[in-house]
């Protein structure tokens, strides 16, 4: 059974950055598509980024892109968010998921993906 715990978060001021870690136990996540989603305040959760099985095809929110960096290491079966110049608007609870999916592919379409951790908050504030 996989679990994903993700670690990092914390409260920051604008300018900042954080690294999220997402790390998997109970199966390898070298056959995993991994998706790191948020959300904000009052707001539905949404996708920000993602990175396919072997690392080679990834994606960003519009917002994030430029920003954010997302990578993983499949012998520390563990997935990774560098978050730089975080402002306000990057506040809320950050959660990676998993999918079974080994393609040079990535989406950041939540319903596909099964496997979620318990969420890391992210605050951004001055």
């Known amino acids: 059974q996989l679990k994903l715990v993700e670690s990092g978060g914390g409260l920051v001021r604008p300018g900042e950055s954080l690294r999220l870690s997402c790390a998997a136990s109970g199966e390898f996540l070298n056959h995993f598509m991994i998706g790191w989603f948020r959300q904000a305040p009052g707001k539905e959760r949404e996708g920000i980024s993602c990175v396919s099985f072997d690392g080679s095809v990834t994606n960003y929110k519009a917002t994030v892109k430029g920003r954010f960096t997302i990578s993983r290491d499949n012998a520390k079966n563990t997935v990774y968010l560098q978050m730089n110049s975080l402002k306000p608007e990057d506040t809320g609870v950050y959660y990676c998921?998993?999918?079974?999916?080994?393609?040079?592919?990535?989406?950041?379409?939540?319903?596909?993906?099964?496997?979620w951790g318990q969420g890391s908050q992210v605050t951004v504030s001055s």
């Open positions: 998921a998993a999918l079974q999916r080994p393609q040079t592919l990535c989406f950041m379409a939540e319903y596909s993906y099964p496997n």
